[in-house]
């Protein structure tokens, strides 16, 4: 049929209705062995599969790697320090686990289309991928006048990284009606916390975009999973002073929460903060609003060296366009 004579009509087609019972009973099925035997469902989910992992040289994705490789995965550890990777791999080969090092910068989109096609031409497939890597910047809007570069940065590694590598690989997974793609958020998402309107905006479109996929993909093998982190003590909080006073999720349970994921392919896994500032926020929206606000008034923050001093024109302006590939917003004076 010719695009002329499809455009102007709608079809209709017969849909597929057996897959949601197949899911429901893996759900259930899955969920029921997460909690009866952990180890032996963690096993038997990844035994002999392909998992991707981007961020793996560090924090959640390290630990996370480590694990898969114990329960007979074979990990490809993606990114940009191939030294710390080399690491990671070689230790996981020492315990006699399969791991496969692929250096690349995930904000740089033939990075992420060169990896896929390279992890795919060694081993044919990729069963689970998991997008961990992140970058997150904490900064309030005021000292971010001129830093639009702040918000192309986020977007560009934590949510256009992200859906690249999903591209690059759904073909595959539809193929074999088999695959889960993990995509790694934060408990900010659903409580909003101030400065974070660069990090959390990415993160948003990466939900945005997993939730469209999900419901896409609901008569396929293929499910798609958000996991929301408090925060987790690894090395992204390590610079954040205020991080050392502040209650945290250790990096072996959110190596835990990950796991779970894997075993289980549940939709969301989310802690009760997010749960009770998701609630508060539709229940009591202003007051929430309010909530948050005492809490950003009462830190002190230290305004950006940079964006103190200056004006973005000229040599400041063209650096930082060097730089990020970035085109600077032009103004005399940042605001206070
Ligand atoms: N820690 C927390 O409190 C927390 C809370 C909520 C959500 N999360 C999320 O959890 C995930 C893991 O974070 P983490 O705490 O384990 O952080 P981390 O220890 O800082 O690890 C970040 C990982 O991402 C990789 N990465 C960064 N930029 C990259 C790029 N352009 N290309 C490829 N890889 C890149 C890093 O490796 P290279 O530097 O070698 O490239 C590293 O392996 C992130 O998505 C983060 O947003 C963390």
């Not at 004579?5 to 899955?30: E, G, M, N, Q």
């Not at 490789?69 to 550890?77: E, K, N, Q, R, Y």
């Not at 905006?201 to 293929?222: D, I």
Request: charged share 20%; proline share 4%; net charge positive.
């Amino acid at each position: 049929m010719s695009d002329a004579s499809t455009s102007d009509r709608v079809l209709f087609r017969k849909p597929k209705i057996a897959p949601y019972f197949k899911r429901a009973a893996d759900h259930w099925k899955w969920n029921y062995k997460s909690i009866v035997e952990p180890s032996r469902a963690l096993h038997d989910r990844v035994d002999g599969k392909v998992v991707l992992l981007t961020g793996a040289s560090s924090g959640i994705g390290a630990e996370v790697a480590h694990k898969l490789a114990a329960a007979g995965a074979t990990v490809l550890l993606v990114a940009r320090t191939r030294e710390k990777l080399e690491i990671i791999a070689q230790d996981i080969r020492k315990q006699g686990g399969k791991a496969f090092v692929y250096e690349g910068n995930l904000a740089v989109m033939e990075d992420c289309d060169r990896v896929c096609q390279q992890a795919l031409a060694d081993h044919g497939r990729v069963d689970i991928l998991i997008n961990n890597a992140g970058r997150s910047i904490r900064r309030s809007i005021k000292f971010a006048l001129d830093r639009f570069h702040d918000y192309e940065r986020t977007m560009q590694l934590n949510y256009f990284g992200s859906v690249r590598m999903a591209l690059n690989l759904l073909p595959g997974m539809l193929e074999r009606n088999e695959g889960h793609i993990i995509n790694v958020s934060t408990v900010g998402v659903q409580a909003n916390p101030a400065r974070f309107s660069a990090y959390l905006s990415s993160k948003w479109a990466l939900e945005g975009w997993s939730w469209v996929a999900a419901n896409e993909l609901a008569h396929t093998g293929v499910t798609v999973s958000t996991i929301n982190y408090p925060l987790v003590r690894t090395p992204m909080i390590a610079p954040t002073k205020i991080y050392e006073y502040t209650p945290t999720m250790s990096p072996a349970k959110a190596v835990s929460w990950m796991l779970d994921v894997i075993i289980t392919r549940n939709k969301r896994k989310v802690g009760p903060m997010g749960l009770a500032a998701l609630s508060m926020y539709y229940l009591l929206p202003k007051t929430s609003e309010s909530i948050v606000n005492l809490g950003y008034q009462v830190v002190y923050e230290q305004p950006p060296v940079k964006a103190v001093s200056t004006v973005t024109t000229g040599d400041a302006a063209k650096s930082m366009e060097n730089a990020t590939g970035a085109t600077p917003i032009k103004r005399k004076a940042n605001a206070q």
